[in-house]
C-alpha cells in the first residue's frame, strides 16, 4: 500500500497520519455496511449541489462518483452536523427524515466517521509543503483526531 508523504508536516504528525491512514484503508471492506450498495457521489455535502434554473438539486464536483457503500455518502453530513458543527440539529433531523435512515445510528458510525476524518485530514495534508495556512490546518486537525479533542474549530477546505 503507497501511504503519502505528508511533506511540510511534522515528522511524528505525519507518521500518526500515515498510521491512522492505513488503519482507514484496511479496516474499511470490514465495516458491517446495511445499505444497498449503489452510486455513491464521493464528496456528497451541500457544498457541492446547485439550484438550476427549474429549482431542481445539481450534483456538481463529480471526480469520485463511484458505485459503493451508500454510508460513505451519508457520513459527511453526519459528521458536518455532530462533529463539527456546520449543520444545526434540526437540518441534520430534516436530513435524516427526508433520507429515512439515519447513519448515526448505525453500528459503523464511529469508525466511518473517524476514516472521513482521516481523509479529509490527508488530502489537506498532501497541501502542507506548498501552503502555511493547510500546514497550519491540518496540524490542527490530527491533534484534534489523535487527542479526541473538538472539531468545532476546522475550516472547511
Known amino acids: 500500500m503507497h501511504l503519502p508523504s505528508y511533506q511540510g508536516l511534522d515528522v511524528d504528525d505525519a507518521e500518526f497520519l500515515k498510521k491512522r491512514y492505513r488503519w482507514a484503508r484496511e479496516s474499511f471492506d470490514s465495516l458491517p455496511f446495511v445499505l444497498e450498495r449503489g452510486v455513491i457521489h464521493g464528496d456528497a455535502n451541500v457544498g457541492n449541489v446547485l439550484l438550476g434554473d427549474d429549482g ?39 436530513f435524516v427524515e427526508v433520507y429515512g435512515w439515519d447513519i448515526m ?3 459503523g458510525y464511529e469508525d466511518l466517521a473517524a476514516m472521513r476524518e482521516i481523509s479529509m485530514t490527508s488530502w489537506l495534508a498532501k497541501k502542507a509543503a506548498g501552503n502555511a495556512a493547510a500546514a497550519k490546518e491540518a496540524t490542527k486537525r490530527i491533534h484534534a483526531i489523535r487527542t479526541g479533542g473538538s472539531r468545532r474549530d476546522w475550516g472547511a477546505y
Open 105 to 107: 445510528q448505525w453500528e
Open 56 to 94: 431542481r438539486a445539481v450534483l456538481i464536483d463529480l471526480d469520485s462518483v463511484s458505485i459503493g457503500p451508500r454510508e460513505y455518502d451519508l457520513i459527511q453530513t453526519a459528521i458536518f452536523a455532530e462533529r463539527f458543527g456546520w449543520h444545526t440539529d434540526e437540518e441534520y433531523a430534516t
